[in-house]
């Protein structure tokens, strides 16, 4: 009866060294580095929420537009890395071209790079309303018309190259205030 039960403690003395072991060698584990948190200062201690808004399958189209043109929708200048969008409501059904579906000045951030006048862009800035009638792509809300450029032989060219296509994007809107 001895010899039975100096078997059950072998195993039994195995296990609790075992167990030592491991809760000396986790205590002392060494932790991975910790990324410091953004410090951001928001007014009165309060942070600033936003919502992500992504869409996919949205055709996108591209545009130049003369030297001489006025500003955009938004009052700003054309520049490549902006296109436009349409407007939230068409303006034969009461809308206004300076009220896009996504807010001017909003960076939208493309799921794959387009390539614009020779360089590849990962997002693009909201700076204008095209289609305002939604007579182009009605079936696609979230179509984007991007900027090639003033219009001359090179950036025509680019724009017909860039033909129609589909495009995946993402883009953050500030939580409405209350």
Do not use: C
Request: charged share 15%.
């Amino acid at each position: 009866m001895n010899r039975n039960r100096s078997l059950w403690l072998i195993p039994l003395a195995t296990l609790v060294v075992f167990l030592a072991a491991y809760l000396i060698y986790e205590v002392n584990r060494p932790q991975p580095a910790k990324k410091p948190a953004p410090t951001q200062e928001f007014p009165q201690g309060e942070s600033k929420w936003y919502i992500q808004f992504s869409v996919k399958q949205q055709k996108a189209t591209a545009y130049t537009e003369a030297t001489s043109a006025p500003v955009s929708s938004a009052g700003k200048k054309y520049f490549i890395g902006s296109g436009a969008v349409h407007p939230r409501y068409p303006l034969n059904a009461g809308g206004e071209a300076r009220s896009p579906i996504i807010p001017f000045g909003t960076i939208i951030y493309l799921s794959k790079p387009i390539e614009i006048a020779g360089q590849k862009h990962n997002s693009l800035v909201i700076n204008d309303t095209g289609d305002v009638y939604y007579g182009l792509w009605p079936a696609h809300p979230y179509w984007v018309d991007i900027y090639h450029g003033s219009t001359n032989r090179y950036s025509v060219k680019s724009a017909d190259q860039a033909g129609i296509r589909l495009i995946d994007y993402t883009w953050f809107e500030p939580w409405p205030e209350q």
